[in-house]
């Protein structure tokens, strides 16, 4: 693909396209993550529990529908669905503010709104993520994953940035308008997306059983992918369980405003960015597979920090601490996310996404209900410090798997492959 090698893929029409709907996505997700926790916590009062279910409804989509998902999208084109999905996400983020403003605002409410956003999420990464090697090409995913982590963590430093700031002026509620207006926008940008996948051939005697078995038998069939997904299951359950107090704490325990919970998280965009303009060097030096679990190994830790700190100065130790988590994440994702594209024939690309999602995020919801109850019984505190060991000890099924020495993954693009 032509370009300079500063820009690469960026010279790409296309590519630019998929960047540019990316930064407002993500915008629209970043906005979200923090405005729907500050609606239940400010507006609606809401307690640790409540905060804790609110976070395992968002992510319940994966186990709802995760596998038949990556199925289903297997047997369409991807760049309809990622509309589609953006579209009617962005709509169903606006009645939260139209809810509050007729007084019809409950917790129930945002649960409702947490599944179905949460359900249409899980259609839409599953489709994006099965287009980027048609859209890039095999020998590109290492630089297209990474150039899109820098593009998510830009947005990263800026959607706390504006939705701090935002809830406290206009209230958490009307926040989520920016959000919506993200995905909104994302929709749009990803309808100009000019390269058309040809419509899949479907199979002869097509069964959702049958294919979401298909997928599920080439992902644990495979040691590496075996590995991955059961770090990914343990370090996502322990973030969960850590980011459901994270806004409790700062909040309370330390009395942060909205804008300073806003400064922490766009210190972990800054983490997040300069783990993706290190990604593709540190995954050439070290070796994609050593990567996956060193950068769980080193990074984890740091996130003890938070339950450390006290009002003052170590707030901004303890930020750092979760700079350096996000930058160590995005080093892991974009190593495993690449070796799993890699490895993956066309034609299982969305079943494998949907069967990673299932398998390492299936125990978010779980994750967000024990964050929940650990911070009824037990405090915000202590529920960081147990969610900051579990991280750290992810890394070890990666660490006992083939990945502790492979350097790089042997693609498999013959359909054939997959059996």
């Known amino acids: 693909m032509p370009g300079t090698p500063r820009l690469g893929l960026l010279r790409d029409p296309d590519f630019g396209r998929l960047s540019a709907a990316t930064a407002l996505g993500q915008l629209g997700d970043r906005v979200l993550f923090l405005a729907l926790p500050l609606v239940a916590i400010e507006a609606l009062h809401a307690d640790e529990f409540q905060v804790g279910a609110l976070a395992a409804t968002t992510t319940a989509g994966s186990l709802l529908v995760g596998l ?63 287009c980027l090697p048609r859209l890039v090409g095999r020998g590109n995913l290492v630089e297209g994953n990474a150039k899109l982590s820098a593009v998510r963590s830009v947005t990263s430093i800026g959607g706390p940035a504006v939705a701090g700031p935002a809830a406290g002026l206009v209230g958490a509620p009307a926040t989520l308008l920016v959000s919506a207006a993200g995905m909104a926008l994302s929709g749009l940008l990803a309808s100009a997306i000019r390269t058309r996948e040809p419509r899949p051939v479907p199979s002869r005697h097509p069964r959702l059983g049958r294919e979401v078995k298909e997928g599920l038998e080439f992902v644990l069939r495979d040691p590496a992918l075996r590995a991955v997904m059961a770090g990914d299951a343990i ?35 800054c983490g997040a960015l300069l783990g993706a303009l290190l990604a593709r060097r540190v995954s050439a030096r070290v070796g994609q597979g050593p990567v996956i679990w060193l950068a769980s190994l080193v990074t984890c830790p740091s996130t003890a920090l938070m339950p450390l700190a006290r009002p003052g100065w170590s707030v901004c130790v303890a930020a750092a601490g979760l700079a350096a988590l996000s930058l160590g994440g995005v080093v892991r994702v974009v190593a495993q996310s690449s070796f799993q594209q890699a490895l993956t024939p066309d034609r299982l690309l969305g079943r494998t996404s949907a069967t990673a999602r299932f398998v390492s995020w299936g125990g978010i919801p779980l994750g967000g209900l024990l964050g929940g109850a650990s911070g009824s019984a037990f405090g915000a505190a202590a529920t960081l410090w147990i969610g900051a060991a579990g991280m750290t000890l992810s890394a070890l099924p990666t660490f006992l798997s083939p990945l502790r020495t492979v350097r790089t993954s042997a693609p498999r693009s013959a359909p054939g492959s997959a059996r």
């Open 68 to 130: 038949p998902a990556g199925a289903w999208v297997d047997r369409v084109r991807k760049r309809p669905v990622m509309i589609s999905t953006d579209l009617v996400r962005a709509f169903v983020l606006t009645t939260v503010p139209l809810a509050w403003w007729a007084g019809l605002l409950t917790i129930w409410w945002l649960y409702a709104v947490a599944l179905v956003h949460g359900i249409l999420t899980v259609f839409f990464d599953v489709a994006y993520t099965s």
């Open 235 to 269: 370090f996502n359950l322990s973030l969960v369980m850590y980011q459901t107090m994270l806004l409790v704490f700062l909040e309370r325990d330390l009395g942060l405003l909205s804008l300073g919970v806003g400064l922490v998280l766009s210190g972990m965009g």
